[in-house]
């Protein structure tokens, strides 16, 4: 087929109107349409389609990016047979992230290795493919930026910044004990999105051991009042995935060599 002329003022007009994807695929679809016989009407629909569709995947790669997850998991990747209690229905019905618009939290409660981080950024990574915005960040990171933000006199500047996200992911609650300030920064935090934004927390302590992470029972008490108010508690329990997976590989390497 031959080469279609380039209409005149056309790519400088996109240029202006910033259409890149128009701007790419002008002439490939101009030449299918000719191909497939397709109306006036049927190409500019799907010329308009193929801008519409790489804004919404260029949103959604600067939301996943904007995220800050430490790697990418999926639901899809999560196996739910290794959890005999988790309830699966519960975790697929937040998917849909009604929890969001409701401004519901997630607390994601268990031993070590039970994959409360994959389900975490499972959720996040679900939540940005709706073009939400997503936060991931430890416990003790954010304790750390809040203490930083405070010294710099910055405090309510960085809870502004933190407030625009939807979704806070707030990993690793009780791995590591914080000082008082840090503790008291937290909880103000958490005390500052209760009702306006969504947290998905991961922990390994039981609530009756919060206290241990705030320091001040009170103060414990108050963050599982907030928290725990709107939250579905999703308990992960077993042995650790990553202990048995290497079993499970290791007795296969075995049987194989027998
Ligand atoms: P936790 O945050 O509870 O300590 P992780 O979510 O980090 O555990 O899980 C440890 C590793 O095991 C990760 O690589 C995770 O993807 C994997 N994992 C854990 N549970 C599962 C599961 N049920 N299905 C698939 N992978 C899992
Ligand atoms: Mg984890």
Not at 22 to 39: F, G, I
Not at 216 to 228: G, L, N
Request: proline share 2%.
């Amino acid at each position: 087929m031959k080469k279609l002329a380039e209409p005149a003022h056309l790519l400088a007009d996109l240029k202006e109107l910033k259409l890149p994807s128009v701007t790419k695929h002008w002439e490939r679809l101009a030449e299918e349409a000719q191909r497939k016989r397709q109306s006036h009407a049927e190409y500019l629909a799907d010329i308009v389609h193929t801008e519409v569709t790489d804004r919404r995947e260029r949103r959604i790669a600067r939301r996943i990016q904007d995220a800050r997850f430490p790697v990418i998991k999926t639901l899809d990747g999560f196996d739910f047979t290794a959890q005999s209690t988790l309830d699966r229905d519960a975790v697929l019905e937040l998917a849909d992230m009604r929890f969001l618009a409701e401004r519901r939290n997630v607390v994601l409660v268990g031993e070590v290795g039970t994959g409360k981080t994959h389900l975490a950024i499972a959720l996040g990574l679900a939540a940005c493919q709706r073009e939400h915005r997503v936060r991931f960040v430890t416990a003790a990171e954010l304790s750390n930026t809040l203490v930083e933000a405070k010294a710099q006199g910055q405090l309510s500047r960085r809870l502004e910044q933190l407030a625009r996200f939807e979704l806070i992911i707030l990993d690793e609650l009780g791995y590591v004990p914080f000082d008082k300030l840090g503790a008291d920064l937290l909880f103000g935090f958490v005390a500052r999105v209760y009702e306006r934004r969504s947290l998905v927390v991961t922990t390994n302590l039981p609530f009756a051991r919060w206290s241990e992470v705030f320091l001040d029972a009170t103060a414990a008490a108050a963050v599982i009042d907030r928290v725990v108010h709107h939250a579905t508690i999703l308990k992960t329990e077993g042995e650790s995935y990553r202990l048995k997976d290497a079993k499970r590989k290791s007795m296969r390497k075995e049987r194989a060599a027998s």
